[in-house]
Structures are given as structure tokens and as C-alpha cells.
């Protein structure tokens, strides 16, 4: 059967450059720099680039080949930086290969980003109209399909404002609703259902489901394991832009998670992971550090015990009133731990220029032994996200080895202290 996706030798490369630190100069300063690169052009012509810049070459993508069949739902999983979103972009033809090729036979919608083929300016049912129109779909096809896809994004008062004006909830419930309403062969969705509501989340995939079940092809990168499982039937595992493993769900899933959790205990950089919000500020680092009751360091987590986890924000613009979070997910993704600035009465303020600290210290933690991943989350709740990191970090649970309730073969994620009572007659 000829394959509606075949991707062959695919390579993408970005070219990174790198400047020099400098001291605060003043204006004459930069006036004596600016002539003196001016006469060091006329005597070296042909030098293109200054002494204080650097290059390098990154491949986000590198050789990479694979087939997707009529039908097939495809999940794509990876560490942060592994080419998952490359690949999307340069399927949905919004970026171009350096090399290989592409080839895909039928029409493709695509969400990658919030508003991603939104333009601004026009009102949510021009756009509706103008996707449509790019997925060469008729008129009177789009007019069909026109109030389902508004029934489903639920922005029917908000049909005739701009999107520029829309919060980023709405327009990722009108983005979505356009992308799997207006039938196309093949759908593509990167991780934006992150930044949508819980109720909005399970709407969207009933939908995914629905579109799968017609016979439609999916692509889909989420972080969030329990989804992959569910909607794929194959999965693309990803690896500094190489394909390390492509086939069964289940079997590829399960090397992707012997292969990303370790013992990540102490400081760990996030300025590099996938972040997503309006950036007005942004999680810079996240620290662990487990400790016993009396407050004293330990050096692994043990059932029981404390963690302490200290992130610093670094802020672009004043804000008040933001809500920080973190939230403890298990390896299928499902929520575990949910703790937050709001929940004690708490509000955060942040300083333009400023490094803040907030530091969340979760007692008597009684996990069973198994790894665990730290998500971070700031914002106004129900109204905007500033910034959400989904992967930050992995810690792994060990067990006192005098306590049978956590020993591995018993099942469960947590294991609570309980009661019981046997009778017999």
C-alpha cells in the first residue's frame, strides 16, 4: 500500500550565532566602533563577519526516514530539543528541509502553535473561512461545516471580534475546532492542548478519537504519555533529530521511558525546555532536595520524607497577583500532586529585572517507588498562562526497606496507611 506520508533522509539545519559579552559602552564609544567597522570593511573587503560573532551549525533534524500509512495515528515522543516540533513544521510545509524529502499525498491541518494560520486581524469567522480556503476546501463545503466547528469552539458571541482580541483559551478552542472539523486527510497537533482548560482537554480528545476512528491519519506530540497510548497505534520515538524507534505503541513508549528518567536530585537548568504562555516572565531553574521530618538533608527520597523544590523566575515586565504551581506527574502523565501559591492564600508578585524565588516544600510525600516528573506552571488561573514548563525535572521514590507497603510487587501508585478487619464465623 503506498504510504500518504513517506519522509526520506530528512534534514534540518539552523545556523546559531553567538556574541561576545561587551561593557556598558556610551554613545561616543559606539560612534568610535561604528567608524572604526566601517574602515576595517574598506581595508578587508571581503571579511563578512565580525571578530566578536560566532556561529555554529545545529541539526535540529538529521537523516532522518520513515512511512505513515492511510489511517495510522502516529504519537512522537522525545526529550525537550529532540526535532519533534521541527518535524511538524516541516510536515504542515511551514519550514523547509536542508535535505531529504517529503512526500504527502492528501490534505493536511495543522496545530502547532496558538492562532498558528490565524490572521489577526480578521474576525474568528473570516478565519474560519480563510483555513478552509487553504485546506481547498469549497465555500459551500466550509458553510457545511461552519456551525459545528463554532458549536465546538464555544465562541459564538466572539464570531465577529479579531482574534487578535481573543484570549489564548478561545483561540486554541477555535484553532482546534477548525483543524479536526473542516476534514482533512491528515491531522497534525503539537503539544497546545496544554494551555487549554481539563473539560476542553477531554472534549478535544473524544474528538481526535472521532477523526481516528473515520479512517483520518493523526500525528500527534504530546507529553503527556496516557495520550500517546490512548490515540496512537504507533509511536516515533526522537532523539537529538535522530529516530531512535518507530513502531508499536506500547513497545516504543516503554524504551523512551527506560531511556529519559534519572536521578535528576539538585539543580537543574530549564531555560532550554519547551515552554509555553505569553512569556512576560519565565522558569530559569528548578532545585530538589529531599529532607526528613526534622528538616535535615537525605540523599534520595524515601517514602515518607519531604522535598523541598526551590524555582527561580526571571521576570520581563511587573506583574501581580500570579499564581505559581508544580505539579507531580506519574510516567503515563497522569496528575498526582497538585500544590500552588493560591490553594494557602497566596499571591506572587513580580519585579521587571528581578530574579524571584518560590520554594514549595511537600510533606510526608508516600509515593510508592517508581519516577516521578515535576511540572511548573504560572499565572492567572482561568485566564492566562505566563508560563508552563510540562517536563522540568525527574526524581525517583525509593522505599524504607522495613516497610512492606511499598515494596514493588503490590500494586497502586500511592500507598496510604489503612485499617482493616477479617471475620469469620
Known amino acids: 500500500m503506498q504510504p500518504i ?20 559602552t556610551s554613545l561616543r564609544d559606539e560612534l568610535s566602533n561604528g567608524v572604526k567597522r566601517t574602515l576595517g570593511k574598506l581595508l578587508s573587503p571581503f571579511s563578512n563577519q565580525e571578530a566578536n560573532e560566532k556561529s555554529e551549525q545545529f541539526w535540529a533534524l538529521k537523516d532522518i ?41 492528501g490534505r493536511v491541518a495543522s496545530l502547532l502553535e496558538v492562532g498558528t494560520g490565524f490572521h489577526p486581524e480578521l474576525t474568528g469567522r473570516e478565519n474560519i473561512y480563510l483555513n478552509g480556503a487553504i485546506l481547498g476546501m469549497s465555500k ?4 457545511r461545516k461552519f456551525d459545528e466547528i463554532v458549536d465546538f469552539a464555544e465562541v459564538e458571541k466572539f464570531l465577529d471580534t479579531p482574534v487578535k482580541r481573543y484570549s489564548s483559551g478561545m483561540y486554541v478552542r477555535l484553532a482546534f475546532a477548525v483543524a479536526a472539523n473542516l476534514e482533512p486527510e491528515i491531522l497534525i497537533v503539537d503539544e497546545v492542548l496544554a494551555v487549554g482548560d481539563v473539560q476542553f482537554q477531554k472534549k478535544c480528545l473524544g474528538k481526535m478519537n ?26 516515533l ?26 536521578n535528576t536530585l539538585g539543580q ?47 521576570t520581563f515586565q511587573d506583574l501581580r497577583d500570579i499564581t505559581v504551581a508544580i505539579t507531580i506527574y506519574d510516567d503515563l502523565g497522569n496528575r498526582l500532586i497538585d500544590a500552588n501559591t493560591l490553594i494557602k492564600g497566596d499571591s506572587v508578585n513580580l ?42 525535572t525527574s526524581f525517583r521514590m525509593n522505599a524504607r526497606h522495613e516497610d512492606i507497603l511499598y515494596t514493588s510487587p503490590f500494586p497502586g501508585v500511592y500507598a496510604c496507611k489503612f485499617q482493616h478487619e477479617i471475620t469469620q464465623h
Open 268 to 314: 537543574t537548568d530549564i531555560t532550554s525546555a519547551e515552554h509555553y504562555g505569553t512569556g512576560q516572565a519565565r522558569f530559569r531553574s528548578i532545585f530538589i532536595q529531599p529532607v526528613d521530618g526534622s528538616g535535615k538533608r537525605i540523599p534520595l527520597p524515601l517514602t515518607g520524607c519531604n522535598i523541598l523544590l526551590s524555582i527561580d523566575i526571571e
Open 65 to 105: 526516514s520513515f512511512d505513515i500509512q492511510q489511517g495510522d495515528r502516529v504519537g512522537i515522543i522525545g526529550r525537550n530539543g529532540a526535532g519533534k516540533s521541527t518535524l511538524l513544521k516541516i510536515l504542515s510545509r511551514i519550514t523547509e528541509p536542508t535535505s531529504g524529502r517529503v512526500k504527502i499525498s
Open 237 to 262: 520515538l526522537l532523539a537529538e533529530g535522530k529516530v531512535i524507534e518507530y513502531g508499536y505503541a506500547q513497545q516504543v513508549v516503554t524504551t523512551f521511558q527506560n531511556s529519559f528518567y534519572s
Open 351 to 392: 519585579s521587571f529585572g528581578k530574579l524571584t524565588n518560590v520554594t514549595f516544600t511537600l510533606e510526608n510525600i508516600r509515593l510508592k517507588p517508581d519516577t516521578y516528573t515535576v511540572g511548573l506552571w504560572m499565572g492567572i488561573i482561568n485566564q492566562s498562562d505566563i508560563d508552563g514548563v510540562r517536563y522540568a
Open 5 to 24: 506520508i513517506s519522509v526520506e533522509n530528512l534534514s534540518k539545519q539552523y545556523i546559531i550565532g553567538h556574541q561576545k559579552q561587551e561593557r556598558h
Open 140 to 143: 459551500a463545503e466550509i458553510k
Open 210 to 235: 472521532e477523526v481516528s476512528n473515520s479512517g483520518k491519519t493523526i500525528l500527534l506530540v504530546s507529553h503527556n504519555i496516557q495520550t500517546i497510548l490512548s490515540l496512537s497505534n504507533k509511536v
